[in-house]
C-alpha cells in the first residue's frame, strides 16, 4: 500500500511539473495574467558571446555615427537619403527615381535574406545587429548600469520611497536617456539632411531652425519613450520579426538553445551539493540556479525552449557557462545549436541546406552590388517620334527621334549623339547646340534627325545604335532601335 501511495503521489507530482513547464506558453514573460506589465531587471553578464557582442555593437555604432559626415573625393556622402527632395546616395553614387527599380530587387533581395537567414540560422539578427537591441543594451542599459547599479540594487531602488537618493539617481538617468535620444534622433536625421545642413543648423541655433528642432525633439521623445519604458515589449509585442520564427525555424534551425537531454537527465533538475556524483544519481547538469532567467532581457526561461520573445542575445550562454565552470562541468549547457543536435547529441555543422541558402544569399547580394556600381553616368533613350515618316532626301534617308538624356551624377555633362551602327550619318539636334549641355540629376529632352545613306539601309526596318559620348569622346551610353527605310 505504502508503495502504491508513493508512486501515486509521483505521478501527482509529475503532472504539477508538467504543467507548470507547460505554464509558460499561456504567458508572456512581461506580464502577468491580469495584462499588467512586469519589468525585466536583467543582471549585468560577462563572457566570450558579451565580449564579442560589445565589440560588434560598437563597431556598428561607431560607423553609424562617424559614416554621415564623410565625403568622398568628389564630395559626395557615402549614404544619404532626402526623401523631401528625392536625393538618394549609396556608397557615394547618387540615385534618382529612374534607379527606383534597385530598391524593388534590393526590397526583394532583403525579404529573401530574412527568410532564409532565419531559417538557417534563427534569430541571430536580432541578438547581434538589430537597432533596437544594440541601443537598448549598449547604450541605454550600459547608462542605466552605471547610475543606478545592477539588478539587485535597481529592483530596491525602484521598490524604495522617493527619497534623495532615488530623485537623483532618477533624474540623472532620466536627463542622460534624453541626452542620447536627442544624440541618436541628430544622427539618424544627417542621413536624411545632410551633415553639412545638420552642423549649418546646429550653429544658427534652435531659433532660426524652429521647424526642425521641433521635428527633432518629436523623435527624441519617441526614441525616449522607447528605450525609458517600452524597452522589450519593441521586441515581443510590436516587432513582426519575432512572429516569423514559429513559420520559419525547424529543428535544424541554428538558435539559443537549451539542451534539454544533458541538463534534465533522468531525475531532472537538482540543486548543486558539494562533491556529489550527479551521474550516479542520474542528475542532469542544470542546478537550477536560474542565472539563465535573470539575465535574460526579456524574461524568459530559455529552459522552456525556443520562445517568441527569445532574442538570440546569448546573455544565456555566457551566464550558464559562468556557473558550469564554477562547479566544474563542461560548458556549452546553453549554447548555439539545432534540436535535432541536441536530441541526436551532433555537434553543429554546416548542413547542404545552409551551404546552399548561404550561396545563393552571396549570388543576390552580388546581383545587387553589380547593380549599385556597374552603371551608366546618363541613361539614354530614343524613341522615334509618333506619326512622322521617314524622308528620302538625296539618296540619304531621315527620320525624327524623341531623347530622353537623364544624368544620373552630381556633375555637369556635355553630351554629343551620335550612331556606333553606321558610318556617313548626320545627327542634327533640333533646337540646341550638337553638344548638349545636361546639369546634374536632370532629366532633358528633346528631338534630333538622323540622315543615313540608303546604301548602308539593307532593311524597312534597320537596327541602328545610338551612342552617346561626353566632350572628350568617351563612350557613355548606348540604345537600340530601328530606323524606318523604303525597302
Known amino acids: 500500500m505504502k508503495g502504491m501511495k508513493r508512486m501515486e503521489n509521483n505521478t501527482i507530482e509529475a503532472k504539477k511539473n508538467s504543467q507548470e513547464n507547460e505554464e509558460f506558453r499561456n504567458n508572456f514573460g512581461t506580464m502577468d495574467r491580469k495584462g499588467t506589465r512586469k519589468w525585466v531587471y536583467p543582471k549585468k553578464t560577462s563572457g566570450k558571446f558579451t565580449k564579442w557582442r560589445t565589440l560588434v555593437s560598437w563597431g556598428l555604432l561607431a560607423f553609424l555615427t562617424i559614416i554621415p559626415f564623410i565625403k568622398l573625393p568628389n564630395g559626395n556622402p557615402i549614404f544619404k537619403f532626402d526623401f523631401l527632395n528625392t536625393e538618394f546616395y549609396l556608397f557615394g553614387f547618387p540615385f534618382f527615381i529612374s534607379d527606383f527599380f534597385l530598391l524593388a530587387i534590393g526590397m526583394i533581395t532583403t525579404v529573401v535574406f530574412i527568410l532564409v537567414f532565419t531559417s ?55 536627463f542622460a536617456f534624453a541626452l542620447v535620444s536627442f544624440f541618436i534622433t541628430n544622427i539618424l536625421f544627417s542621413y536624411v539632411m545632410g551633415s553639412d545642413k545638420l552642423i549649418q543648423q546646429i550653429t544658427e541655433g534652435p531659433f532660426r531652425h524652429s521647424e526642425t528642432f521641433i521635428t527633432f525633439l518629436i523623435f527624441s521623445a519617441l526614441f525616449y519613450f522607447v528605450f525609458a519604458w517600452f524597452r522589450e515589449q519593441a521586441c515581443t509585442l510590436v516587432c513582426p520579426y519575432g512572429r516569423l520564427q514559429g513559420v520559419l525555424i525547424d529543428k535544424k534551425s541554428i538558435v ?28 542532469g547538469d542544470c542546478i537550477d540556479c536560474k542565472q539563465c532567467v535573470v539575465v535574460c532581457p526579456t524574461g524568459i526561461d530559455i529552459r522552456n525552449g525556443l520562445q517568441m520573445e527569445c532574442v538570440g542575445c546569448t546573455a544565456c550562454i555566457d551566464a550558464c557557462d559562468e556557473v558550469m565552470e564554477k562547479i566544474h562541468l563542461p560548458k556549452g549547457l546553453i549554447r548555439y545549436t539545432s534540436e535535432e543536435n541536441i536530441e541526436e547529441e551532433k555537434h553543429f555543422t554546416f548542413t547542404p541546406k545552409m551551404v546552399l541558402f548561404s550561396l545563393g544569399l552571396i549570388a543576390l547580394s552580388g546581383i545587387i552590388f553589380s547593380f549599385l556600381f556597374v552603371r551608366n553616368d546618363v541613361e539614354a533613350k530614343f524613341l522615334q517620334v509618333p506619326g512622322r515618316n521617314f524622308k528620302v532626301i538625296e539618296n540619304n534617308v531621315e527620320n525624327y527621334y524623341q531623347y530622353n538624356l537623364f544624368n544620373k551624377t552630381n556633375d555637369l555633362k556635355l553630351i554629343k549623339i551620335g550612331l556606333s551602327s553606321h558610318k556617313g550619318e548626320k545627327i542634327n539636334v533640333i533646337g540646341n547646340s550638337q553638344l548638349i549641355e545636361l546639369p546634374k540629376g536632370e532629366l532633358k529632352q528633346g528631338t534630333i534627325s538622323v540622315s543615313i545613306p540608303q546604301t548602308e539601309l539593307n532593311s524597312y526596318k534597320e537596327k541602328v545604335v545610338f551612342e552617346i559620348t561626353d566632350q572628350n569622346g568617351k563612350s557613355i551610353d548606348t540604345y537600340t532601335t530601328s530606323f524606318m527605310a523604303p525597302y
Open 120 to 174: 538557417v540560422f534563427g534569430r541571430i539578427f536580432c541578438g547581434w545587429i538589430c537597432p533596437q537591441t544594440i541601443f537598448m543594451e549598449m547604450v541605454f542599459r550600459k547608462i542605466e548600469y552605471a547610475i543606478e547599479g545592477d539588478r539587485a540594487k535597481q529592483m530596491r531602488l525602484d521598490n524604495q520611497p522617493w527619497n534623495q537618493e532615488k530623485i537623483i539617481k532618477k533624474t540623472a538617468k532620466w
Open 256 to 283: 539559443v538553445a537549451y539542451d534539454f537531454k544533458r541538463g534534465e537527465s533522468s531525475a531532472g533538475r537538482a540543486t548543486f551539493r558539494k562533491n556529489e556524483d550527479r551521474k550516479a544519481v542520474n542528475k
